[in-house]
């Protein structure tokens, strides 16, 4: 008996020691790649700066220090006294003289008052010595955690929540420009640390070389943070089949060498459309030349009319008529119908053939690239007529999006938002925070787009041919195909990634109303996708006069009916997706009436 218990114990001594040397060996790299620089904790009061700064630097093994307290042991007197005795302007000099000292003694985590972010000289020796993290809190949040403590200056006011909230107002868009953003919520406070390591490894991996100046040296040689070039790649599994996804800017101009390598000697078919063809084809065809493949273009019409028999048709033949052969390729360089079309072309003509996927489209380069599915569409409904045919290689250059209108951008942002709900909800509150910073571009662009092919690869290694659980990835999708058969895909009034944003609102509102999840998680659903520019009600959609039944009648053209029975993914939470069968017609039917007789606001 004792024996065994040792044996027990010596595994989970082990275990715990495996576990303890994983953690450190992720926090020197981090430290490492900090470079001495100090991380610095921005966010109001009641944000958790404290008491997050104390235990992630016992997770770094740094120094911890609050400003605030090194401010009241130079002045001798608490922050109220200050406010008191010399007020707000006195105050806010000595917290900037007292960061100034602080920025160059590092690295160290570094808690911050709510009000030294705001100071432009303080910003600027944080952005010079520092990486800033801003711990952002919802008002109710905030209030909850500040209204018990009488203590804050700022708060001294006849309506102390209206302070805070006015507070937020004129602080938040400042905090924004933080080099890492994390929701700060009610939960354990590990959850947060372990938000912010997330952030901090992200930020660090592709953030330029840190600036060293005179009075900071740095053997180059060792510099652990040299220029991280901003490229990401995503592995998709399927064995003999696998292939990789590269995200990053500048990609369509070394096609040619990406392909020269995986296919050598190989021509190439590229199928484009008259939008995309102006602005990225003269590139690809330049890149093809320099490494000299042989190549024709075939350019067909923009929008979804073109997923059509005829224009399927002819993409067939002009690949046959320009003698691309069997070992040749068929490449793919436009959004979502491109990739549909040029996929399902090369799944079929000689019997099928290898291709690229180049997608200039948000849409595209988190969904319809990945996953091998290709189609057309049928008079009866979307891509009814298609094969499951993989690519060789994706490569989503994120420099293409910079000329995407903004609306089509945001409907791409639909399909993101997309794989936080069904399955990581940590994504989701990541995207609640920086949505922002995804739509200006840069890294974060990168990290959503790699996060988002992610999720879908896994998904994709699991069940490639939708036998199972791939059709989590049709979230919000039963009801957004249903919208866009009834507007005749007409993407004036309603563009796929719109339909696939009501989708999601209608599916969470309907999960909330069976009682699978809370109206509040519905709530800030919707809220995000309102903050991104999403419509998320059906009246929204202009020149709208379905009703009921009409919209229940096209989802019965889903490709995921069975035996007549209507399939939705639906949601026990976010993050908590899952599929449900069987859903009665009826009860559809009377959410679809409640729905519609809901007013939209302006």
């Known amino acids: 008996m004792t024996g065994g218990i040792r044996a027990f114990s010596d595994t989970g001594e082990a275990r715990n020691l495996g576990e303890q040397r994983s953690r450190d060996r992720r926090a020197n790299i981090i430290v490492t790649a900090l470079a001495r620089r100090s991380i610095v904790l921005v966010g109001l009061m009641g944000s958790g700066k404290t008491s997050t700064g104390r235990r ?8 911890f220090v609050d400003a605030d307290a090194e401010i009241e042991c130079a002045a001798g007197m608490t922050i109220p006294e200050i406010f008191v005795r010399h007020g707000e302007a ?35 020796r944080i952005a010079e010595h520092g990486l800033s993290i801003w711990l952002k809190a919802d008002l109710d949040v905030l209030w909850r955690r500040v209204r018990k403590r009488a203590h804050r200056p700022l708060l001294q006011t006849p309506d102390p929540e209206a302070t805070l909230k006015s507070l937020m107002d004129l602080r938040y868009p400042v905090y924004a420009r933080a080099d890492v953003t994390v929701m700060s919520r009610d939960g354990p406070h590990e959850a947060v640390v372990e938000q912010v390591l997330e952030g901090l490894e992200f930020f660090l991996r592709f953030a330029p070389e840190p600036s060293f100046g005179p009075d900071r040296p740095c053997d180059k040689e060792t510099a652990p943070m040299q220029t991280v070039p901003r490229l990401a790649k995503v592995g998709v599994n399927l064995g003999a089949r696998a292939y990789d996804i590269l995200i990053g800017e500048g990609l369509i101009g070394e096609a040619g060498q990406y392909i020269a390598r995986l296919a050598p000697g190989a021509a190439c078919a ?10 990225h084809l003269p590139q690809l065809e330049q890149s093809l030349a320099a490494a000299g493949i042989r190549h024709t273009k075939i350019v067909v019409a923009p929008g979804e009319d073109s997923k059509s028999y005829p224009t399927f048709e002819r993409v067939c033949d002009a690949i046959i008529a320009a003698k691309i052969e069997r070992g040749d390729l068929v490449v793919a360089l436009g959004g979502g119908v491109v990739g549909d079309l040029a996929g399902f072309a090369a799944a079929t003509v000689r019997r099928g053939m290898r291709f690229v996927q180049i997608p200039t489209s948000l849409l595209a380069q988190v969904d319809s690239s990945v996953g091998g599915k290709t189609g057309i569409n049928s008079p009866h409904g979307k891509n009814l007529i298609g094969a499951f045919h993989q690519p ?22 639909a399909e993101v938002v997309k794989y936080g709900l069904i399955g ?11 949505w922002a910073k995804v739509f200006a571009g840069g890294a974060e662009r990168i990290h959503a787009i790699a ?22 990835l049709n979230f919000g999708h039963t009801f957004g195909h249903a919208l866009e058969r009834l507007v005749g895909y007409d993407g004036k009034r309603l563009v796929h990634g719109e339909a696939v944003g009501i989708g999601m609102a209608c599916a969470f509102r309907f999960s909330a109303r069976r009682g699978l999840c ?41 490709k995921k009916v069975q035996h007549g029975a209507l399939t939705f993914i639906l949601a026990r939470g976010i993050g908590r997706c899952f599929i449900a069968k069987n859903v009665e017609a009826a009860e559809v039917r009377a959410f679809l009436a409640e729905e519609l007789d809901q007013r939209v606001e302006a």
């Open 424 to 434: 990581d909800a940590a994504l989701f509150g990541w995207l609640e925070a920086n």
């Open 270 to 279: 590229i199928v484009t459309d008259e939008n995309v063809a102006p602005r």
């Open 451 to 472: 996060k988002s092919c992610a999720a879908k690869a896994a998904v994709v290694a699991r069940d490639e041919r939708e036998e199972a659980d791939r059709a989590l």
């Open 90 to 124: 006195y105050f806010r000099d000595g917290e900037r003289r007292v960061m100034t000292r602080l920025l160059t003694e590092g690295p160290r985590i570094i808690a911050t008052g709510g009000g030294a972010f705001m100071n432009e000289e303080t910003r600027a």
């Open 518 to 558: 809370h109206s509040k998680e519905a709530e800030r659903v919707e809220t995000h996708l309102m903050e991104a520019g999403l419509p998320i009600r059906i009246q929204s959609i202009a020149g709208w006069d379905a009703d009921a039944d009409q919209i229940l009648d096209a989802m019965y053209q889903d």
């Open 392 to 413: 060789i290689l994706v490569l989503a250059d994120t420099a293409a999006l910079a000329s995407l209108p903004p609306r089509e951008f945001r409907a791409g942002y």
């Open 56 to 63: 992630l630097a016992q997770r770094l093994g740094l120094d």
